[in-house]
Structures are given as C-alpha cells and as structure tokens.
C-alpha cells in the first residue's frame, strides 16, 4: 500500500508508523499494517494496538479532508525478556518471575543465576528450576509470564525433648516378644524370666534434649534452631533420681517394674509357687506373681498386675493392671446364674496362652497365645490371637464385645459353630457422648447469640455512670460464654473425628480363613458369614459392612 512506511530506531528499539495521506490510494487498514510489520521483521515486537489505531485515523481523516500532512506515531517496540524476583516473607524461597521477550533477547541459566546474586538470592538457588523454567518459555508466545521457585532455604529443626528408656520391659511386653534361641528363631514356650528388680536398680533412663538442625535462609542467614526443652521425671511409686546422675531413675524397694504414660512404678509385689486350697485365696495392694498353677475356686485380687507362671483352672483373677497367664486357662460353662467358672477381670489388657470356658473382662486388650474357645469376652481395645507380628490362632465359639480389631489365623471353625463380634458398645458410648455434647452446644449457641444481642442494644444506649461497672462485668461474663462456646464446638469436632475413625478402625481379619457362622455387629448393622472364606478382611464403610479379600503376600 502506498503512503505507508516503517521506521525502526536501534536507539530508541521502537518502530514508526509513517502515513503519508497525499500518497495514499485508499484508507489505511489496520489488519494490512500489522501484516506489513510481519513482513518486514518485525512481527514479534509489542504492538501497541491503541497508537496504531490513533495514527490510521488520523491519517484517514486527513485522506478524507485532502490533508497531506505527514502522521507519525511509534506502534512498536522491541522488550527483552523481564526477569523479576520475589522473595517470601520468612525469606525461605525466591520465586522467579519471567516475561517472554517480544523479538528480544532470552538470558541463559547463568544470567539468571547472576541477577539472583545481585538481588541478595545467595543460597539454596537451582540451576535445575532455573533450567526447566527457561525451557518452557523458550516454546511460549510474547509476553507470556512463567513464575517458578528457584530458591529454597532450609528451615531449622526444632531439637527433641528428653527421651525415657526404660531399662527393665514390662511383664506384658516380655510376654508378647519371645526369646530367640540359638539360632535366632523364636521360642514360644520360652518367655525369659520374670523381670522383678531389687533396690538400687537402674528402671529408666532419661536422655538429653538435642540441640536441632541450623537453617539458612535464601540470602545466607543462618537459622538457629530452638533447643528441646529438657523434662523432669514422672516420679512413680517406689523410685528415686540417682544422686551420682540425675539422668537415672533408681528402685526403692524390690518388686515388680511398670511403665506407663513416662511414669516408672515399683509395685509391691507378692510371691508364691502357686494357688490352692493350701494358700488360700490372695487379696493383696500391689502386684501378684505366682510361679506355679492356680487351682479349681481359689480367687486371687490384686490392685496392680497380676503375672501367673502356669495353669488357671475355673478360678477367678482380678486386677487393677494387666494379667498375664504365661499358660493357658480352662474353665466349666455352667448353665446356672455364674455363667463361666474361670473369670478373668483387668483393668489394663489381658495375655492368656490358650483358654476355653473362660469369661474376659478387658479394660484395654486382650492377646492369646494360640486359641480361644468357648468363651464370653468383653474387651476395651482389640482381640488378637497368635504372634502380635501376624496372628495365626484360631478364634471360635465366642461371643465378643469389642472396641477395635479382631485379629486371628481362623476365625469360626469348620463345625460352623458361631462366633459373635459385637463392636456396638463403644459406637453408643460414642454417640452418647456426642448427642448430649450436641444438645450443649445447641443450648449454648441460643444463649450467647440471645445475650449478645441483649448487650448491643444495651451498649448503643446512653448509659448512666452507675451502670458501666455492671456492663463491662456482662461483657465480660459474654467473653467467657464466648470462650466456652469455641471449646465446646471444638470438643463435637473432635467426637465427630473419633466416630469415623472408630469406624475406621474395627474389623475382623482372618490371616487363613473365615468359616461359616462368623458374624459381626455395629448397632444395626450386621455381616454373617454362609460359607468359607480365604484369609480376608470384614470392614465397616458407608454405613454398610465389606468384605475385602486379603491380596498381601
């Protein structure tokens, strides 16, 4: 098109639009220029589409009017590729910020690394990022924005408080982890000896605080860590600091170790070679152990854990800790009020070798060596039978109550003989707890909205100089209702949690089979096994139960 010319100034790295209106034939068409530009090389530069339509305007209305003075506007423009860094406010990361160029230069990796350095980017800075990030620009149109981090710092490590070894493990532990004989293999009938400590003795360890990890930042600083804090000892019955270290926790007074909840206590414990009509029965304050059997009717009661080295035969045992029978226990289902005539009842968990007839009261769990039969069991956690690694026992012929797993090699026998699983008790307690929490806040909501609304009003009024002192003591109270309120609805936060978890959590699993006879219960919701199944697991989802099969090897 006539009348039309280009001007580019290396100076300036704009270009120029020259219309010239007494040489031009026909209007000037936008569409034609920015072809033209195209042609002419200069089709990636900017183009500002506003001074390109201000100059053929102007240039048609002078061709329209017979004007022929010269228009002349800059149109476009050669950019470099902009690179701009952003830094976080904990100065832990640099992003990159990359403006593809319009017809100029893209700078290199090392370019980019530089400019970092000069914006005070000086540790943690990836060549790889940096790499990756030019690599996709150099595919992008003009003017398109990348942003990547390309600077990482690293943030301090907080140090570890104390640490608690005991040094002497728990009968149940000890029970639960066989000795190796001498070639490594496990020894089930070997369960080492009966850990009772004498005064003086060493029970527990405490090791220092750690001092953490130092950090940097992306501009060099360094980061220094805070220390863990150093924690005193539970002091527990029957122990004392060492005097030569303070890190040391010394026995008292002979008797048998337990540790729970970084407390170390020193029960008192009771010795005997066995239970029967010529001990008679054993109530005692502290902790029982018997190296021998306990005979048919005799009764023994202890406050604290009660270990058994042989064989329990329809006797009652109850403790305020855990029981530990190192053998096995049998008694005679009676079709009179008493039910079961060998009662086992703990407040902690429970350890049996193998028992029929037995009736199991658990505050926590219940763990069988071999099998179980026969038996009414009530448990607060879980039922295993067989190894804790991976129970190969068999369960059959009960009828449990539990709050968490089942777990055994065979579950049900190929008689068909019913085993039931009831997991209900602690969904209820569940629920229970979280519709009263519920009605509360609900109650309380109503309350703190109703006496918000009062006190608005109250406080837009013009009070007198008497009643200030009774309305910052309202505001106050409406601050702690407040306060409550938020505590409250955290705490039906955190039962809702633990209703899906405990949902989560229960299950039957069979690591051989399941037999027909085998059912498990959640409120209304059951699952009855009709034929045999391979080792699987029988989990509660969705409000419905499932079988999945097990596909581990």
């Given at each position: 098109?006539?009348g039309?010319?280009?001007?580019?100034?290396?100076?300036?790295?704009?270009?120029s639009?020259?219309?010239l209106?007494?040489?031009?034939?026909?209007?000037?068409d936008?569409?034609?220029?920015?072809?033209?530009?195209?042609?002419?090389?200069?089709?990636?530069?900017?183009?500002s589409?506003?001074?390109?339509?201000?100059?053929?305007?102007?240039?048609?209305?002078?061709?329209?009017t017979?004007?022929?003075?010269?228009?002349?506007a800059?149109?476009?423009?050669?950019?470099?590729?902009?690179?701009?860094?952003t830094?976080?406010?904990?100065?832990l990361?640099?992003?990159?910020?990359?403006?593809?160029?319009?017809g100029?230069r893209m700078?290199?990796a090392?370019?980019?690394?530089?400019?970092?350095?000069?914006?005070r980017?000086?540790?943690g800075?990836?060549?790889?990022?940096i790499?990756n990030?030019?690599k996709?620009?150099?595919?992008?149109?003009p003017?398109?924005?990348f942003?990547?981090?390309?600077?990482?710092?690293?943030p301090?490590r907080?140090?570890?408080?104390?640490r608690?070894?005991?040094?002497?493990?728990?009968?149940?532990?000890?029970?639960?982890?066989?000795q190796?004989d001498?070639?490594?293999k496990s020894?089930l009938?070997?369960?080492?000896?009966v850990?009772?400590?004498?005064?003086?003795?060493?029970v527990?360890?405490?090791?220092?605080?750690?001092?953490?990890?130092k950090?940097?930042?992306v501009r060099?600083?360094v980061l220094?860590?805070?220390?863990?804090e150093?924690?005193?000892?539970?002091?527990?019955?029957?122990?004392?600091?060492?005097?030569e270290d303070?890190n040391?926790?010394?026995?008292?007074?002979s008797?048998?170790?337990?540790?729970n909840?970084?407390r170390?206590?020193?029960?008192?414990t009771?010795?005997c070679n066995?239970?029967?009509?010529?001990?008679?029965h054993?109530?005692?304050d502290?902790?029982?152990?018997?190296?021998g059997?306990?005979a048919?009717?005799?009764?023994?009661k202890?406050?604290k854990?009660i270990?058994?080295?042989?064989f329990?035969?329809?006797?009652t045992?109850?403790?305020?800790?855990d029981?530990?029978?190192?053998?096995?226990?049998?008694?005679?289902v009676?079709?009179?009020?008493?039910?079961?005539?060998?009662v086992l009842?703990?407040?902690g968990?429970?350890?049996?070798?193998?028992?029929q007839?037995?009736?199991i009261?658990?505050?926590?769990?219940?763990?069988?060596?071999?099998?179980?039969?026969y038996s009414k069991?009530?448990?607060?956690?879980?039922?295993?039978?067989?190894?804790?690694?991976?129970?190969?026992?068999?369960?059959?012929?009960?009828?449990?109550?539990?709050?968490?797993?089942?777990?055994?090699?065979?579950?049900?026998?190929?008689s068909?003989s019913?085993?039931?699983v009831?997991?209900?008790?602690?969904?209820?307690?569940?629920?229970?707890?979280k519709?009263s929490t519920?009605?509360?806040?609900r109650?309380?909501?109503?309350?703190?909205?109703?006496?918000?609304e009062?006190?608005n009003?109250?406080t837009?009024?013009?009070?007198?100089?008497?009643?200030?002192?009774k309305?910052?003591e309202?505001?106050?109270?409406?601050?702690?209702?407040?306060?409550?309120?938020?505590?409250l609805?955290q705490?039906a936060?955190?039962l809702?949690?633990?209703?899906?978890?405990?949902?989560?959590?229960?299950c039957?699993?069979?690591?051989k089979?399941i037999?027909?006879?085998?059912?498990?219960?959640?409120?209304?919701r059951?699952?009855?096994?009709?034929?045999?199944?391979?080792?699987c697991?029988?989990?509660?989802?969705?409000h419905?139960?499932h079988y999945?099969?097990d596909?581990s090897?």
């Open positions: 098109m006539k039309i010319a280009f001007n580019y100034n290396s100076d300036t790295q704009y270009v639009l020259i219309l209106p007494g040489d031009m034939e026909k209007e000037a936008m569409d034609w220029i920015k072809n033209a530009l195209q042609e002419n090389g200069y089709g990636d530069f900017y183009l589409q506003k001074a390109l339509k201000s100059a053929c305007d102007k240039a048609n209305l002078c061709f329209k017979g004007d022929k003075t010269e228009v002349s800059e149109i476009a423009q050669l950019r470099h590729a902009e690179v701009d860094f830094i976080s406010e904990d100065n990361s640099a992003t990159l910020r990359l403006t593809t160029p319009y100029g700078p290199n090392i370019t980019i690394r530089n400019l970092a350095y000069k914006n980017i000086t540790r800075v990836g060549m790889r990022h790499n990030l030019l996709a620009a150099e595919r992008a149109e003017g398109k924005v942003e990547e981090i390309i600077a990482k710092g690293l301090p907080t140090g570890k408080g104390c608690f070894i005991p040094l002497v493990p728990n009968a149940l532990e000890r029970i639960l982890r066989p190796l001498e070639n490594s020894d009938r070997n369960l080492g000896d850990i009772c400590v004498k005064t003086g003795t060493p527990l360890r405490r090791t220092p605080p750690t001092q953490g990890r950090g940097f930042d060099g600083n220094y860590p805070k220390p863990g150093w924690t005193d000892f539970k002091m527990g019955t029957g122990t004392k600091v060492c005097e303070d040391i926790l010394l026995a008292t007074k008797g048998m170790p337990k540790y909840d970084l170390m206590n020193i029960d008192e009771f010795i066995g239970v029967n009509v010529g001990t008679g054993v109530t005692y502290g902790a029982v152990l018997v190296n059997d306990v048919e009717n005799m009764r023994i202890a406050t854990d270990t058994i080295n042989g329990v035969e329809s006797a045992i109850e403790a305020g800790g029981i530990i029978i190192t053998e096995g226990a049998m008694g005679k009676t079709s009179n009020t008493d039910g079961y005539g060998c009842i703990a407040g968990s429970i350890h049996v070798q193998h028992g007839g037995i009736e009261k658990a505050g926590k769990n219940l763990t069988v060596g071999r099998q179980l039969a069991v009530q448990s607060g956690g879980s039922v295993t039978v067989g190894n804790i690694q991976k129970p190969m026992g068999n369960l059959f012929a009960c009828d449990i109550t539990c709050q968490d797993k089942v777990e055994a090699g065979t579950l049900g026998a190929i068909g019913t085993l039931k009831d997991f209900s008790e602690g969904m209820s307690a569940l629920l229970e707890r519709e519920e009605e509360l806040l109650q309380l909501r109503e309350n703190n909205s109703r006496h918000r009062k006190l009003v109250i837009n009024r013009i009070l007198h100089k008497g009643l200030e002192n309305v910052s309202a505001k106050s109270l409406l601050t702690n209702e407040s306060a409550l309120l938020n505590w609805e705490k936060a955190e809702a949690t633990m209703k899906e978890e405990y949902q989560r959590r229960i039957l699993k069979a690591n089979r037999y027909a006879g085998v059912s498990a219960k959640l409120n209304n059951n699952w009855r096994s009709e034929r045999e199944y391979e080792r697991r029988i989990r509660y989802e969705g419905k139960w999945e099969p596909t090897a």
